[in-house]
């Protein structure tokens, strides 16, 4: 859900009391809508996130290391020029809206003042500005007179906050309760459900999904609007994150059904939003990665349908050397200015008759020599296309592998080596890296499971599929699937015999990570590691082997036995 009023209350409270008289040690900018603050509070640093994504936006205290910008932007060199080394004086909400303020003294060399930065966490309209005595210093997204309703966001102009919507203060009783009144008098009932759209609709500073919970929690003989004025102001905070389908699907400031107890409102915070954007952020890479690939495809597809017809075109040699023979045995027959001429075929049974199209302007000999010339010429084009067409259908093969690979990503890690892949390829710009800082290298961890004793090893992506073969022992079991492009599945046999329900069990995983993972008894070849070849300059991840046996597994993950 959107932070609400009614939880950024708490969660401000919850900030004061973990920041208050800590320092600004250090700000980084992650994003364009995105900022870090490091604050040494004498017993720790702490990490304050703030957002102001459509869907993120909020403040609180992260664990989460984000990789700040190459070059930091105006706005983040604006805080560090003003705020690095201030101490934070106090963290509050604005009235009982959803804007937090947090007050900061700041001391330079040569001046002493106080600064407030705002942050309205807002959806699509969140911001953060820094003010000073009223005066806007900069903002994260500056505004001019023309935008957002005529509200001025940049420097020089005088701090405005944002207009109030048109509900009623959940403190205003006489008014909650006159609204509430004339919403029971036009109905003959009233479920939760009812009061709940009531109070979302009509009081402000209250999300629909906490309006749902405030409504099954009034007392029996206990009047609303009272009730809501109390709770808004003294519900005691007991952090909560609710799931749904195993996944953390929203997080309130009380418990609720089947939801997960957590030690504060800010904590929740930081695991609702870091799974929400962990979540989106693979979708996003995951189809961006898959784009890449499908366009891939579709070039290599298109070359590949040239060369066919090409080799189609080159086909027709032989017909082109029989018309210059019969040309040639029958220059007799010919004439100068002929346009066709109709000769008997023997090189058929039954000698049909073929017409052979001439050039009204060659000589008879030149028309013959014509076509000699066309049959060397499409003798040679296929000479020269068919290696060119098996090296565009390996080129699509491992196109399709890398697809594959990409298609069957669970996790962000499944992705990094992948998206490398690709850079490599050319097919991705590689990110822009700060000046002078180290290349990091990237090596992922396969997916490793325990069974029977034994160590399953599986690879995400081509380049693990190579790492994997090379770390192998000679009398290591190798397992893919037969027609299908998989993972190279390794089971480790520190020369043990290998039982038949250990190679069963890495088959039904070797054939989940495949293109065969939503059918059933994919057949999955295995053999030692000794039997299985990678050929000189060959693709990652292609290899050739030989002295396998089969088995037919049906898919399955087997997340049980992961390490």
């Not at 800082?437 to 090893?457: D, H, I, M, Q, S």
Request: charge should be positive; proline fraction near 5%.
């Amino acid at each position: 859900m959107p932070q609400d009023a009614f939880h950024i209350k708490r969660i401000s409270a919850e900030l004061n009391g973990a920041l208050c008289g800590g320092k600004i040690n250090r700000i980084t900018q992650p994003s364009k809508d995105e900022l870090t603050f490091y604050i040494y509070t004498k017993k720790t640093v702490l990490k304050l996130f703030f957002s102001t994504n459509a869907s993120f936006a909020r403040v609180c205290i992260t664990q989460t290391e984000k990789e700040p910008l190459a070059v930091a932007p105006n706005f983040c060199m604006l805080l560090r020029k003003h705020l690095l080394g201030a101490e934070i004086l106090s963290v509050s909400q604005h009235e009982f809206e959803r804007i937090i303020r947090i007050d900061l003294h700041c001391t330079g060399d040569f001046s002493e003042c106080d600064r407030t930065l705002y942050c309205e966490i807002m959806g699509k309209y969140s911001n953060i500005t820094l003010v000073e005595n009223g005066v806007i210093l900069g903002a994260l997204k500056p505004s001019t007179l023309d935008t957002l309703g005529g509200r001025p966001l940049f420097a020089g102009a005088k701090y405005v906050f944002p207009h109030p919507q048109e509900k009623a203060s959940p403190f205003d009783i006489k008014e909650v309760a006159r609204r509430l009144e004339g919403f029971y008098s036009l109905r003959e009932s009233v479920d939760n459900e009812d009061l709940a759209a009531f109070l979302f609709e009509n009081v402000a500073g209250l999300a629909l999904p906490t309006a749902r919970e405030l409504a099954v929690r009034v007392p029996k003989d206990t009047p609303i609007a009272e009730y809501l004025a109390w709770a808004c102001e003294n519900l005691p905070t007991d952090a909560c994150l609710a799931y749904r389908g195993g996944e953390v699907s929203d997080f309130f400031a009380f418990p609720v059904a089947g939801g997960k107890k957590m030690p504060s409102l800010v904590v929740c915070a930081d695991e609702f939003y870091t799974a929400r954007e962990g979540k989106r952020a693979f979708a996003d890479k995951k189809r961006k990665l898959e784009n890449a690939v499908r366009t891939l495809l579709k070039k290599i597809a298109k070359k590949k349908q040239d060369t066919l017809e090409r080799l189609a075109e080159a086909d027709k040699a032989e017909q082109m050397k029989i018309k210059g023979e019969l040309l040639t045995a029958n220059l007799y027959r010919l004439e100068k200015g002929m346009k066709e001429i109709a000769l008997e075929n023997w090189y058929e049974e039954g000698c049909p008759t073929v017409k052979i199209a001439l050039d009204a302007t060659l000589p008879p000999a030149k028309n013959a020599q014509r076509y000699f010339k066309a049959y060397a010429k499409a003798k040679r084009a296929k000479e020269v296309l068919t290696p060119i067409l098996a090296q565009e259908e390996a080129e699509e093969r491992y196109a399709q592998s890398v697809l594959t690979s990409v298609l069957l990503a669970e996790t962000a890690v499944d992705l990094q080596e992948i998206e490398a892949e690709l850079i490599g390829l050319g097919l991705l710009k590689a990110p822009k890296e700060k000046v002078g800082a180290k290349k990091k290298e990237l090596v992922t961890p396969y997916r490793e499971y325990e069974y029977e004793g034994f160590t399953v090893l599986s690879g995400r992506n081509n380049l693990q599929n190579d790492r994997l073969l090379k770390t192998a022992a000679p009398n290591d079991l190798w397992l893919h699937t037969q027609k299908y492009h998989s993972s190279h599945i390794l089971i480790v046999a520190e020369n043990r015999q290998v039982p038949d329900k250990v190679i069963k069990f890495a088959a039904e995983i070797c054939a989940y990570y495949s293109e065969g993972q939503n059918g059933d008894k994919i057949p999955v070849d295995y053999c030692q590691r000794r039997f299985v070849k990678k050929p000189n300059k060959a693709k990652a991840g292609f290899v050739v082997y030989t002295d396998y046996k089969t088995a037919l597994a049906t898919p399955h993950s087997h997340t049980e036995n992961l390490k």
